[in-house]
T-cell receptor, first 115, second 113 residues
Framework: GAVVSQHPSWVICKSGTSVKIECRSL??????MFWYRQFPKQSLMLMATSNEGSKATYEQGVEKDKFLINHASLTLSTLTVTSAHPEDSSFYIC???????????FGPGTRLLVL | GDSVTQMEGPVTLSEEAFLTINCTYT??????LFWYVQYPGEGLQLLLKATKADDKGSNKGFEATYRKETTSFHLEKGSVQVSDSAVYFC????????????FGQGTRLTINP
């Protein structure tokens, strides 16, 4: 099946710094990538949808200036958490899909801890 | 807006027991319905799906039937194994292509030997 990777798998940073998370589709070209956030023992909350070559569409309540998303190619999307604070600590998950297929393929997630 | 509601967990069963995880949804039109599974330390994996009313999705012994009249998509398995221990998410999406998913809150399942 299709494989989606995320890097890093976990990161610890100081409050006020920025963190970049990469999401790659390894064996297919992803026209659309999604970024989710998962709190402990809770469901995935969609943060934004990004299409290759265009600006991301953010869900209501998600600060676009804080969570910068770039989808520069059909195999790579990045999420940058700017000026991170402890409340941004969470599990961030990306998924990738194509316009012709309904199935999304999920990355293994990145655990962020902001001290 | 669209929403998905799952039975609250955690659910703990003995090996070979019968499993049902309830899922109901609220949506306009005719969404596609999915069950995803998240094993410990891993990313979500698609378990099964159904794209229209009365369709039955099945995989690895799990089944779920798209019930339009009750807006439900309950997950069932006749005999669970320890390896089925995971978190299960019900989800829906509209239209075709890589459309965004709306997830339920997840149900943690633990199977004891």
């Amino acid at each position: 099946g299709a494989v989606v990777s995320q890097h890093p798998s976990w990161v610890i940073c100081k409050s006020g710094t920025s963190v970049k998370i990469e999401c790659r589709s390894l064996d297919f070209q992803a026209t659309t990538m999604f970024w989710y956030r998962q709190f402990p023992k809770q469901s995935l909350m969609l943060m934004a949808t990004s299409n290759e070559g265009s600006k991301a569409t953010y869900e209501q309540g998600v600060e676009k200036d804080k969570f910068l998303i770039n989808h520069a190619s059909l195999t790579l999307s990045t999420l940058t958490v700017t000026s991170a604070h402890p409340e941004d600590s969470s599990f961030y998950i990306c998924s990738a899909g194509t316009a012709s297929q309904e199935t999304q393929y999920f990355g293994p997630g990145t655990r962020l801890l902001v001290l | 807006g669209d929403s998905v509601t799952q039975m609250e967990g955690p659910v703990t069963l003995s090996e070979e027991a019968f499993l049902t995880i309830n899922c109901t949804y609220t949506a306009t039109g005719y969404p596609s319905l999915f069950w995803y599974v998240q094993y410990p330390g891993e990313g979500l994996q698609l378990l099964l799906k159904a794209t229209k009313a009365d369709d039955k999705g099945s995989n690895k012994g799990f089944e779920a039937t798209y019930r339009k009249e009750t807006t439900s998509f309950h997950l069932e398995k006749g005999s669970v194994q320890v390896s089925d221990s995971a978190v299960y998410f019900c989800a829906l999406s509209h239209l075709q292509g890589a459309q965004k998913l709306v997830f339920g809150q997840g149900t943690r399942l633990t199977i004891n030997p």
